[in-house]
């Protein structure tokens, strides 16, 4: 397979929640060294696979006090994110490396959030899991998406801008940042 090609499924398969279609990947990453990466939905069987992730991701409260620092609030978060959003995983064999979480803030707009496990930065996954968010908002049709990021934080930032994100608001170090997607009819 060679580096940047992506297999995509069809859009019933990208929204469904059945759990048999869940475990199927969305699409397959290939990083610059040629590795593949398995984009999924998060089925209720990854849920302890990614508690591991963040226990051992660093440095933690980094993303706007996110991921939050021990394993009980870590799997708090996590549930609230799955009972809200709708999350995708990147896995490298059976380990996540990676998680994005789309949450519905109501049927116009949702919160975009990612997190790449610092083993796995730099391979190009937070812009691939961000674009998939983009392509299921669409999907989804959300009229906007946006996020809310540090102002230091210049790798997200990046892929946001890259993606057509632009700024609306900087506070406190914090960079406010939305997608126009469509309107409603
Ligand atoms: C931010 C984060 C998601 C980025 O994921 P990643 O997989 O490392 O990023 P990618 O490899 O997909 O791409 C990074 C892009 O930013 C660029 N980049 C990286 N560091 C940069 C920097 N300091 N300044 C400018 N651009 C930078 C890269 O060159 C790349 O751009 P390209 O696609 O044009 O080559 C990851 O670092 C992370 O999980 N951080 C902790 C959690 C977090 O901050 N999440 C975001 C807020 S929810």
Redesign the pocket.
């Known amino acids: 397979m060679k580096p940047g090609v992506s297999y995509l499924r069809t859009v019933e398969d990208v929204l469904s929640d059945e759990p048999r279609v869940l475990s199927v990947p969305l699409t397959i990453f290939i990083d610059k060294h040629g590795r593949p990466f398995r984009i999924c939905r998060l089925g209720t069987r990854d849920f302890e696979r990614l508690v591991e992730m963040y226990v051992s991701f660093e440095p933690k409260s980094?993303?706007?006090g996110?991921p939050p620092t021990d394993e009980p609030r870590i799997r708090a978060w996590l549930e609230k994110l799955i009972d809200q959003g709708l999350n995708l995983i990147a896995k490298d064999k059976s380990q996540i490396v990676?998680h994005a979480v789309l949450s519905s803030i109501d049927e116009r707009e949702a919160e975009v959030?990612?997190?790449?496990?610092q083993g796995?930065?730099?391979?190009?996954?937070?812009?691939?899991l961000v674009t998939c968010l983009v392509t299921i908002a669409n999907l989804k049709d959300f009229e906007k998406i946006w996020?809310l990021?540090?102002s230091e934080?210049?790798?997200?930032?990046?892929?946001n801008h890259?993606l057509g994100f632009s700024t609306y608001r900087i506070s406190q170090g914090s960079v406010e940042m939305e997608l126009k997607l469509h309107e409603r009819k």
């Open positions: 980094q993303a706007g996110l990676a959030a990612v997190f790449v496990h796995f930065q730099g391979l190009g996954l937070g812009h691939k996020g990021v540090e934080n210049s790798a997200i930032i990046h892929i890259s």
